[in-house]
């Protein structure tokens, strides 16, 4: 890679000028993109350590509420708290909206729950098992916690995509892209200069012919 230049291009000073301008834009773009890889690494990062808080949390919740609902189903019985659940009202609404992270489009999702209790959920009193309410209350706030654990865990996998695709950049301009632009201004450097000896040395033999017929008449 170290000897590799850019194909098609001309030795000439035009060249030379246009290849300096690409070069600084180049570097900056490389400067810039190791920053916008930096910021999304730590942001990546940062929304991770939210990930396994919001995992363990549900998984409490859920160990709680699944313990709860095998007490009720020994004391109502099997039929009786599938009554219970079918007679549960509706209480959950998403509102799924995106922002953006260092241009990166990630969801947003709002969950508009109605904290329920024992009457308003919708079964009745009689029948019922105390653990049957323990257990719905977990799985109700439970549910909260998976909504915002999917959009957190989405957002992650977003980010990790953008990263990559940021470091392949970044790669590329640092390794292959700016390292032959310079190559090829070198070569043309070089080139001119050949050039311009090759000139001279003619404008010697000419001045040196003309020198000698005059001197000749």
Known sequence: MADERLDDVNPTRNELLNLKDRAKLSTKGHSLLKEKRDALIKEFFEILDRVQGSRDEVEKKLTIAYSELNKAQIDMGDMAVKRAAL???????????????????????????????????GYGFAGTSANLDVAAKEFEESIKIIIELGEIEKTIMLLAKEVEATKRRVNALEHVTIPRIQNTIKFIEMRLEEMERESFAQLKVIKKNINAREEAE
């Open 87 to 121: 007679s549960v009202r509706e209480s959950l609404e998403l509102d799924i909206t995106s922002r953006s992270i260092m241009g990166v489009s990630v969801p947003v999702v709002k969950s508009k729950t109605t904290t329920n209790d024992v009457i308003s959920r």
